[in-house]
Structures are given as structure tokens and as C-alpha cells.
């Protein structure tokens, strides 16, 4: 979106038509009610930038299907050269027409019409520039349909429009309300607007409507309709005194047959403007973030280079931040777009007394309440004051919105008012995406960082790791994923339309998805639903449609609603990272896979609750299916999936596994006091969750996991790019990688059979692991936490005279046959104090064969102990290192 600058923020209101409610479709569900009907064709309203259109910022949707509009304001418009009663110069009409008509041109190539256009929608800049107000009325009201108003002032109305009645346009009894205003009725409204220039006055403005109606139909039957107006308004001498072009305009704009009326396209393209055209530049569209072309192509300093040099106090550094943000900082700031309005006296309250009906008896007699007028359209825009917000900035220096991104110092700025915003990281998440001034430094930071994208995706991650800004998530993520090149050529390349065998399952799925958020829940997000998901199945032959891609798909729309191409590849770039093979269409193996690592991790964390659940044969295959198969999409409202998701893009395929741990460890002392069917009932309707809590608790628990001991056969291959086949991402930093994307060693863990791994209560980690987390090749003997206590230590539970022909430095010698009882309980030796001192460190079990190492780490997991895991090939993988050392002899 484009800065603010000098513009305003303004709202206005209005409502949409209520449906019965006791009328379903034709699936059987209830209707969707306009109102969310327009909420959902409005989003592509915002994605419109041109210098002649006010930008659309917001919709929101209130009681009793009212709708609030928040767009670019200004408060000069053409009502005030009207009312001044002026008659405009030949120069200034043909500016006002040739700058109407690029936004109308613009709005026709995205096939949309403006049919509202008036004075008091024609808005003027401190410059003196047009920019059309309202103009996406017409389209998110279904041409009128969703509304009890007719869109359209009478005195501007094409006669073509007048014609066709005030019918709905969705109206199936009238065959001719179906068909809409084309481009052309904008032309006779701008023709209008143009002659009441050069009259000085308005339009046919003291005659009654039917009347006025009635005139513009009878205009069909006249030659020169300009002249004609003339007489009608007593102006005849000024309109002939015109130059030609002006008046040859205004004659091309009234034309009664819209087959004859020119089309703004063509009107653009037309000699009259012979002389205005060259002062103005093509526009030229945005460039995307995700595109080929080069962004930096078209950078210009300003005109005057003394306004980078002006001093702190003239300038206005909020005016310079884009519409949307402004608008987001606004809501921070205490802004209510009711509570203005109600102010403003365009929303009034009333006793549910003057709310009553009108009813008719059998005599004719009537009685109550007539129709409520304030149901109609009120186009009054309500300028939204920025003082508060301002107020609550005044502090923030001008450094805050211009950060250094090498600055070796934190990346969040000082405020002047001595309160340091780096404390504010310290508080919940949910205080800082509510403060205003931290937000602000948050949004400006990642808002460079973006731009620098993809040279800065290091200090992209480095700062997500803090938190992202919910106005950037969705870029962010994109940018997390490793998305690069023109995805919206790659997007459109897909054939989304031949129908295919999976069109009825996602038919059936979508109106289930996360249907209680809005935006989803509109007919546009159905559509774009079924597009994005279209659009996976078929550039991914050898996968399938499972049940729970649409919840999958869900996160990544939502945040991309207006880029549907940005959607997908963010899905397709997400599914091979965490669910590598999930879709396929026999998936049996790598579920169980996943399932069987999942319980180890379990057994690995939190040994206690592992064999309760063990103990009442509650197992993964009964609650966390959906949960990984979906990424807890399925399970959590989207507000908590974006938080997870936050952190779990900075993870590796392996995070989701703490994510699961940490989600049990919340309901530990439910499933503790419970059996089989309890627990089964309280997964049915999983309890609330606090994700804050649950986030932290999959950090924690990651930082205490080997990579190795995650290790699945079926998870993605070795890769040097995220580019998951289609060709989205870059090559993986560190901070990505997973322990497949390590170069295969000797002491890399060997792939195990599926039943092998069953049999495992204790995942497995690989030499070259045990290695790096005892550090033995610097020399040291146990890696060591802040406290300074080793984090790991290997138990070699051979034979004391195994032992003693060659170990590993620092570890424990603990016999196998010494250590328990027949009955698997620990019994009194020489190494069972030095056994429990290791309670909470991650205990690796090191043996010569493989049955001893599996049988002793599962007694340990049963007696309780926590991150037990066992050295993947024993120690004659550890043989070959040269790390093995013999005890010296005693003299």
C-alpha cells in the first residue's frame, strides 16, 4: 500500500439486506448472510493501488449486518467547487475528466465499474489530483443485490441504467436487472459531472426525481443532448462559449446509446486530450515481493533532495508509513470505527419500542414503525482523528522508523520517554501485539527486512525468533519458507478449472474448515479455497487429496487472501518440509513412522506419562493422527495457529514432535488420574490450551533433543534447495537443516525397519551426535549447561573388562548384569548413587549388543528416568573414531 501522507483516514457505513432465517441452500446449510457476502469480495478492493482510486484499507462487520468501510480520505472534493457556484476553467475539466477516466479505465481492466460516481465522491489531494471515492460499492454489493439501496445518484445515472428500474441485480423475476452496468454508464456519469463544471451549476437539481428521471429518458429522442441541457439550466451562452475539445468532450460523454457512447479506454486514447496526455506518466503496477523482475528498477529520489535533509521536528514520519499500517496503529491506539461513527451521529441507538414492525389489518388500517431510513445508504464519510494515536507516538524518535539492519546493538529502538522497548520482549505475546510503540518498531524493522528480501533472510529468521508482527505474518512466513521467483506465473501456469475426481471431496470439506472465521467462511473464500487446493492436487501427481489439506491450506489463505499464488506456495514449500509424503496415497508406513518417533519422544521427555498411557493402551494412533497430519490446524482456532506457526517455521521437520509433547505435558495431571475412556473423552473435546505455554514448553523440549534421535527413514531426502518441486526457495541455512541433510557418514544412524523400531521404548541417536554433545573432539568430557553441569552423559553398561580395554573419556561404566534386579527394579550396587545423579540429563546407553542396550534403557524409562536414548550401532561404531581411550595403569 501507498504511504499516507497527506491524506485522511475516513469510514463510512451501511447495511446489508437481512435473509430469512429459516431458509437453507441447496447443500442443506444455513445461507451465508450478505453481509459476509461482501466482506469477502471486498478484500480484492484493498489490493488496489492507483494514484486516481483512494485506497480501500478495512470492512468490518457489526450487529444486525452492518458493514463499516475504512478507505483514503480527503476532505476536498468537487461538492465544494459546486456549492462555491463556480464555473470551472477549460483546462481544470479536462484535468478532472482525463484523471477520472485513468481510474476508471484501471477499475475496467479488473472488470469493475464505479455506477456511484457524484461531486462528493470526486475527491481532490493537496495537489489538486483526482481520486475517485466509493468505487467498489457497486462490485462487493453484488451490483446492488446484497443491499436494500440502489447504488447510483439519479442525476448521474446513464439513461441505460434508469431504464432497468431499481430490481436487485440478482432479482431472477426480471431478465434485464441481471444485466450490469458496464463502463460505459460511468462515461454518461462523468459527462454529467463535467457539464455541471462548465455550467456553475447543478444538474436538474430543483426538479422532483420522477421528474428528473422521466427528462433524462425523453433526452433519447434529441440531437445535441449538450445543448439541450444548456436551455433546460439557462446556460445555453456559457456552454457555446467553450473551447471546442472541451464541448466535443461533453458531447462523446452524453451520448443517449451506450452502443455509441465511447468506453473511458477509448475516451483515453481520444484527440481532445491531445494536449493533457503527455504531462502524465503510465502507471506502472507495484512490483510483488515474490516476482522476477527487478524491484529496484524504477527507484527515484525525491524532486526537491532538500527533504531528506529537513530538520526532526518539520518532519512527519508517521504520514510516510503506509495506509494500512497507520490504520492497524489506529485500532492499537484505542481507535472504535463504531464509537466515531456514533459520535459523528451516523449510527443512532433506539428504544426497542421505536424497533417495532409495521402491520397492516384486514381493514387497510396500519400501524407501528415505517421502513427505518438509516437501513439505506448514508454516504457520509467520517474523517478518523490520528490525534490519539499521534499522541501515543509522540515519544518515538525519528531513528525508530529508520533502523540500521547491521546495527550491532539490539534492533529494537529506545523510546525518548526513558522507557526501553527491548523490556517489552519480555512480556506475554499477546501485551506486545497490543502495543502501539512496540508494534511500530516491529512493522518498520520487518518491513526493510522484507524489502531487502531474500539478501536478508538470515536477519529475517534472527528476528522472528523474538516474534512477528501480525500485519507482516503473511510475508514473513513466505519469506521463513525460502519463497522466491515469479510464483504468479508458476500459479497461473496450473490448470485449476478441467474438473478432476477430487472436486467433490473438497467440495464437502471446505464448508467445514474453519468456518467460524469470516473471511473463509464468504463465498470468495470458498472459491479461492477451492483454486489453492485445486491447484496442490494437480501439480502433485503423485500425491492425493487427504482429508485435513484443506485445514492445512487454511493458515496460509487467510494471511494471503488477495494472493492466491503466494497461498499455494507457501503451502506447497511447507507440506515437504513437515509432512514429507503425508499424501500419499498409501501413507500407512510413514504415519506409523511418525507415530512410533513420537512415542519415543514421549518415552524421552516424560517417562512417567509415557507408561501411564502405554499402561492403558492409549496410544498415538488414537488422538494424534490429526494432529500431525493437519500440523494442529485441524485441533486449534486459527488466532493459536499463527502463534505456533510463528515459531515452528524456525524449527526443522522434527519441532511438531515437541509441539506434541508439550500439548501432553499441559494436560499431564488429567491423563494421569484417568483411564482408557476418560481420556479418549477429553481428546473428543480437547480442553483449552495455552499456546504461549505450549510454544515456550516445544522450545524448551527441542533444546533438549539430539537431532539424530528424530531421525525417520520416510522423512524428506537430503536437499541443497527448499524447492519441493516446484521450484520455490533457496539453498537451506544452518538453522534450517534438518539431521537427513547432513552428509551421510559412518556414524550416521543406519534406517531401521519399522517393527525394529516399534520394539523401541528409547529413541537412538548417532555416534556423530554423541560426539558433537560431548564435544570429545575439543577435548572435553560432557557438554555443559549455563549452570556448568555436563547436559549429557554416556553410560557403557558392557562388562567392566570390556570397559576397560576402550571408552569413551568421561563416561560412566555401568555392567548391564549389575544394574538391575530380575524383576527390572534398581538394585543396590556400586553405580546406582551415580545413576540417580544423573536424573535429568540425557543419559545415552552405549552397549555391545543391541538387545542388553534396548532391554537396559527401557527399564530406565519404566523406573522413571527421563532422556534416556541409546547409541545407534553401539560401541562399534565409536571403534573407528580414534576416540576410544584405555585407563592408565595404577603404579
Not at 475539466?93 to 460516481?117: I, P, S, T, W
Not at 490520528?386 to 529508520?402: I, T
Not at 516491529?442 to 508482527?469: E, G, M, N, S, T
Not at 543396590?828 to 545413576?835: H, K, N, R, S
Amino acid at each position: 500500500m501507498r504511504p499516507l501522507r497527506d491524506a485522511q483516514l475516513g469510514a463510512f457505513t451501511f447495511f446489508a439486506s437481512a435473509l430469512p432465517h429459516d431458509v437453507c441452500g441447496s447443500n442443506g446449510l444455513p445461507l451465508t448472510p450478505n453481509s459476509i457476502k461482501i466482506l469477502g469480495r471486498f478484500q480484492i478492493l484493498k489490493s488496489f493501488t492507483h494514484p486516481r482510486l483512494c485506497q480501500y484499507v478495512d470492512i468490518s462487520r457489526g450487529k444486525h449486518e452492518r458493514l463499516v468501510v475504512v478507505a483514503e480520505h480527503y476532505e476536498s472534493s468537487l461538492s465544494d467547487f459546486q456549492r462555491q457556484g463556480k464555473t470551472a476553467s477549460p483546462d481544470m475539466v479536462l484535468q478532472v475528466a482525463y484523471e477520472v477516466l485513468e481510474g476508471l479505465e484501471f477499475m475496467n481492466k479488473h472488470g469493475m465499474v464505479h455506477r456511484a460516481l457524484a461531486p462528493n465522491n470526486v475527491l481532490m489531494d493537496c495537489k489538486g489530483n483526482v481520486k475517485l471515492a466509493k468505487f467498489g460499492l457497486y462490485y462487493m454489493t453484488d451490483r446492488g443485490g446484497d443491499v436494500d439501496f440502489p447504488i447510483g445518484y439519479p442525476s448521474y445515472l446513464a439513461p441505460e441504467v434508469i431504464a432497468q428500474g431499481s430490481f436487485h441485480a440478482s432479482d431472477p423475476s426480471n431478465e434485464e436487472a441481471s444485466l450490469p452496468s458496464g463502463p460505459k454508464s460511468d462515461v454518461w456519469s462523468l459527462g454529467a459531472l463535467l457539464f455541471e463544471m462548465c455550467a456553475g451549476r447543478r444538474l436538474l437539481h430543483n426538479i422532483e426525481i420522477s421528474e428528473r428521471l422521466k427528462f433524462i429518458l425523453t433526452l433519447g429522442c434529441m440531437d445535441d443532448i449538450v445543448t439541450v441541457l444548456a436551455e433546460e439550466h439557462g446556460c445555453l451562452d456559457t456552454i457555446k462559449d467553450l473551447p471546442e475539445n472541451v464541448l466535443e468532450l461533453l458531447r462523446k460523454c452524453l451520448i443517449f446509446l451506450p452502443s455509441k457512447r465511447p468506453t473511458p479506454a477509448e475516451l483515453l486514447g481520444d484527440g481532445v486530450f491531445n494536449e493533457i496526455s503527455c504531462l502524465y506518466m503510465p502507471f506502472q503496477k507495484p512490483l510483488s515481493l515474490f516476482s522476477s523482475a527487478l524491484r529496484c528498477a524504477h527507484l527515484e529520489l525525491p524532486e526537491d533532495i532538500s527533504d531528506l535533509c529537513k530538520e526532526e521536528e518539520e518532519v512527519d514520519y508517521l504520514s510516510e508509513r503506509a495506509i494500512d499500517e497507520v490504520y492497524y496503529l489506529w485500532c492499537l491506539a484505542g481507535g472504535d470505527l463504531e464509537k466515531e461513527l456514533t459520535n459523528q451521529g451516523i449510527i443512532q441507538s433506539k428504544p426497542p419500542l421505536c424497533t417495532l414492525p409495521k402491520f397492516l389489518l384486514e381493514d387497510g388500517e396500519s400501524f407501528g414503525q415505517g421502513r427505518d431510513r438509516s437501513f439505506l445508504l448514508d454516504d457520509t464519510t467520517v474523517t478518523l482523528s490520528l490525534c490519539q494515536l499521534r499522541n501515543r507516538l509522540k515519544d518515538v524518535g525519528g531513528e525508530a522508523y529508520y533502523p540500521l539492519l547491521e546495527d550491532e546493538q539490539s534492533s529494537l529502538p529506545q523510546s525518548a520517554s526513558n522507557q526501553d522497548l527491548s523490556t517489552t520482549v519480555t512480556l506475554p505475546l499477546i501485551i506486545r501485539e497490543r502495543d502501539t510503540e512496540y508494534q511500530l518498531t516491529r512493522i518498520v524493522l520487518f518491513h526493510r527486512l522484507l524489502q531487502a528480501y531474500p539478501y536478508k533472510r538470515d536477519l529475517v529468521w534472527k528476528d522472528a525468533r523474538v516474534d512477528i508482527p501480525p500485519l507482516v505474518r503473511g510475508m514473513a512466513w513466505a519469506a521463513l519458507l525460502g519463497i522466491e521467483g515469479d510464483i504468479q506465473a508458476k500459479y497461473e501456469g496450473i490448470d485449476k478449472d478441467t474438473p478432476i475426481p477430487t472436486d467433490r471431496q473438497i467440495e464437502v470439506d471446505i464448508p467445514r474448515c474453519h468456518q467460524y472465521d469470516e473471511l473463509l467462511s464468504s463465498p470468495q473464500g470458498h472459491v479461492k479455497f477451492r483454486r489453492v487446493l485445486k491447484a496442490w492436487v494437480v501439480s502433485h501427481p503423485d500425491l492425493v487429496y487427504w482429508q485435513g489439506l484443506d485445514s492445512l491450506c487454511a493458515p496460509f489463505l487467510y494471511l494471503n487472501f488477495n494472493n492466491e499464488a503466494l497461498a499455494y506456495a507457501c503451502m506447497s514449500a511447507f507440506i515437504p518440509k513437515y509432512l514429507y509424503n503425508f499424501f500419499l496415497k498409501d501413507n500407512s508406513h510413514v504415519i506409523q513412522e511418525y507415530l512410533t518417533v513420537f512415542s519415543q519422544m514421549i518415552a524421552f521427555h516424560d517417562p512417567e506419562l509415557s507408561n501411564h498411557l502405554n499402561q492403558i493402551g492409549f496410544i498415538p494412533d488414537l488422538y494424534a493422527i490429526p494432529w500431525f497430519l493437519t500440523m494442529f490446524t485441524h485441533v486449534f482456532p486459527l488466532h493459536k495457529i499463527f502463534h505456533l506457526w510463528d515459531t515452528m517455521l524456525l524449527g526443522n521437520s522434527s519441532f511438531p514432535f515437541c509441539i506434541g509433547v508439550a500439548i501432553l505435558q499441559q494436560l499431564r495431571d488429567r491423563l494421569l488420574a484417568n483411564g482408557f475412556n476418560e481420556c479418549i473423552l477429553l481428546f473428543s473435546d480437547l480442553p483449552e490450551i495455552d499456546i504461549e505455554r505450549c510454544v515456550h514448553e516445544s522450545i524448551k523440549l527441542f533444546s533438549w533433543t539430539p537431532k539424530s534421535a528424530t531421525y525417520r527413514q520416510h522423512a524428506q531426502p537430503p536437499k541443497t534447495a527448499i524447492t519441493n518441486g516446484n521450484g520455490f526457495g533457496r539453498p537451506v541455512p544452518y538453522y534450517f537443516s534438518d539431521y537427513q541433510d547432513m552428509p551421510r557418514t559412518d556414524l550416521s544412524r543406519d534406517p531401521l525397519a519399522l517393527s525394529d523400531l516399534k520394539a523401541e521404548l528409547s529413541p537412538r541417536i548417532s555416534a556423530e551426535d554423541l560426539i558433537d554433545l560431548c564435544e570429545l573432539s575439543l577435548g572435553g568430557v560432557g557438554k555443559r549447561t549455563r549452570a556448568g553441569k555436563p547436559k549429557i552423559v554416556a553410560v557403557d553398561i558392557r562388562s567392566a573388562e570390556d570397559f576397560s580395554r576402550g571408552h569413551l573419556s568421561g563416561s560412566v561404566n555401568l555392567p548391564y548384569s549389575s544394574a538391575f534386579g530380575p524383576d527390572g527394579e534398581l538394585v543396590q550396587c556400586p553405580g546406582t548413587g551415580v545413576l540417580h545423579s544423573f536424573r535429568g540429563r540425557v543419559i545415552v546407553v552405549i552397549s555391545h549388543a543391541l538387545k542388553s542396550g534396548t532391554t537396559f534403557a527401557s527399564h530406565l524409562v519404566k523406573v522413571n528416568f527421563p532422556r534416556v536414548c541409546m547409541l545407534d550401532g553401539g560401541i562399534i561404531k565409536m571403534r573407528s573414531t580414534g576416540l576410544l581411550t584405555v585407563p592408565s595403569p595404577q603404579i
